[in-house]
């Protein structure tokens, strides 16, 4: 700095104030038209996360082009009697397709019979935040993914 310059700025503090809600960086960013009853269709950190697990469970395993393992076996079996063989196959997979997306982790998964389907409750660690919760899935043979 030279003889004649001189700072700006002295001593500059900037005070939150106590009573307003705190704000928090937007981690995971993205869109979703599914819900029509949205304000908007941006969605963000846990819903986003969420709702890329249910688009994974919405395709049958071998429907998409180049990847035959990706989706799910659910809808295969819906109209098969559930058996301990069948309930270890929806395990084993619904514990694929959720560690598949990198920023969750499967806990525990079980699986039970539903009216006219199946229902599927996961545990679920989002690993960015450390926070856990339990996700549930109902396949009805009549309506799809509910």
């Not at 939150?16 to 960013?29: G, I, L």
């Not at 599914?34 to 071998?62: M, T």
């Not at 998409?64 to 819906?78: R, Y």
């Not at 920023?103 to 998964?109: I, L, T, Y």
Request: proline share 5%; net charge negative; glycine share 4%.
């Amino acid at each position: 700095m030279a003889t004649n310059d001189q700072p700006l700025y002295k001593n500059i503090t900037i005070t939150q104030d106590p009573y307003s809600e705190p704000t928090y960086s937007k981690r995971y960013r993205g869109i979703s038209t599914v819900n029509p009853e949205a304000n908007s269709y941006n969605l963000y950190d846990f819903d986003l996360i969420k709702q890329d697990i249910i688009n994974h469970f919405h395709i049958r395993q071998g429907e998409k082009l180049m990847n035959p393992k990706f989706g799910t076996i659910i809808w295969d079996i819906l109209f098969e009697p559930l058996t301990d063989d069948i309930k270890n196959a929806i395990i084993t997979n619904v514990t694929e397709i959720i560690n598949y997306d990198p920023r969750v982790r499967v806990q525990k998964v079980s699986v039970d019979a539903y009216e006219s389907g199946i229902q599927i409750e996961a545990t679920l660690t989002y690993l960015p935040y450390s926070i856990s919760e339990t996700m549930r899935l109902t396949f009805d043979q009549n309506a799809g993914l509910i």
